[in-house]
């Protein structure tokens, strides 16, 4: 029977077979028993909200791991389906998870080897200009107001849009893939497929909304020292994201289109609330 010591370094435990590093990591989370099982459920239950909680979990305990030394710069995070097992969540939240953690600078992927603990002082780098830190709490209220706005935007869209408007999301959302392939800038493509949308609900006021604000309803374009405003693995998640509203409006699902809205306004928040911490 293989046994574990949770006593030792942290340099020692490393050299152990990957089978009992991963149970003193799941030891280390400390979540009462059946919690994970639980979790499992609610994510299912629940749907995107719990899916955004549960990803905020996943970060917080990981960043805690790595802010405490448990977890050292270049030390292999735990795989997909070893993150998976010991916070009991699905691949979609560990990749949510990670991606964020990623923009953040905590961690760093390694072409086939997998996703490692970045340099401590990475994150701590990463100094915005005067004008970049004053436009966080402004970014965060209008994310806030867009979830309200784009979310019901987006329910109205999936029932009234026409096939003419339907086409023109997805004419926007291909553009933004073939930008983010060719490593061209991005923010225009995306304001126009969340104006596309806008339209879509055949609403004036909800164009009206998106116009107001113009491309700068985009918070990358607000943040050039962001090295994810040009990150092509965070720009395929955003358009990921996307894609996920797309296909709730093509099928005339006004509740999942409102919901994948939400999840991916919400998505930004948690990155933007956390890039106000680091500051």
């Known amino acids: 029977m293989l046994h574990c ?117 990475m994150h701590a780098r990463l100094v915005l200009t005067p004008v970049e830190v004053k436009s966080i709490p402004e970014t965060l209220e209008l994310l806030e107001f867009r979830m309200a706005v784009e979310g019901e935007a987006a329910a109205i869209a999936a029932y009234r849009r026409t096939a003419e408007q339907e086409a023109a999301i997805r004419l926007a959302n291909r553009k933004m893939a073939q930008l983010i392939e060719s490593g061209e800038p991005t923010v225009e493509a995306d304001y126009e497929f969340h104006t596309a949308i806008a339209k879509a609900s055949n609403n004036r006021f909800y164009i009206d909304a998106l116009r107001h604000f113009g491309p700068r309803a985009i918070p990358r374009g607000q943040f050039p020292t962001l090295p994810e405003a040009n990150d ?48």
Do not use: W
Request: glycine share 6%; aromatic share 4%.
């Open 5 to 121: 010591n949770s006593s030792l370094s942290y340099y020692t435990r490393h050299n152990m077979s990957s089978v009992c590093r991963i149970m003193i990591f799941q030891r280390s989370l400390q979540v009462p028993s059946g919690e994970d099982e639980k979790m499992g459920n609610n994510e299912m239950a629940a749907g995107t909200r719990s899916r955004q909680r549960l990803a905020q979990q996943v970060i917080d305990q990981l960043r805690m791991q790595i802010e405490t030394g448990k977890l050292r710069e270049g030390d292999q995070l735990p795989t997909e389906p070893q993150l998976e097992a010991a916070f009991g969540v699905s691949r979609t939240v560990v990749r949510e998870a990670i991606a964020d953690l990623r923009a953040a600078g905590f961690v760093r992927p390694v072409q086939g080897k997998g996703v490692f603990v970045s340099d401590p002082n």
């Open 232 to 279: 092509r693995a965070y720009l395929e998640k955003v358009h990921a994201e996307h894609g996920e509203i797309l296909a709730a409006i093509a099928e005339q699902d006004p509740d999942r289109a409102r919901q994948a809205m939400r999840a991916h306004m919400m998505a930004s928040q948690r990155r933007y609330r956390m890039l106000a911490e680091q500051q």
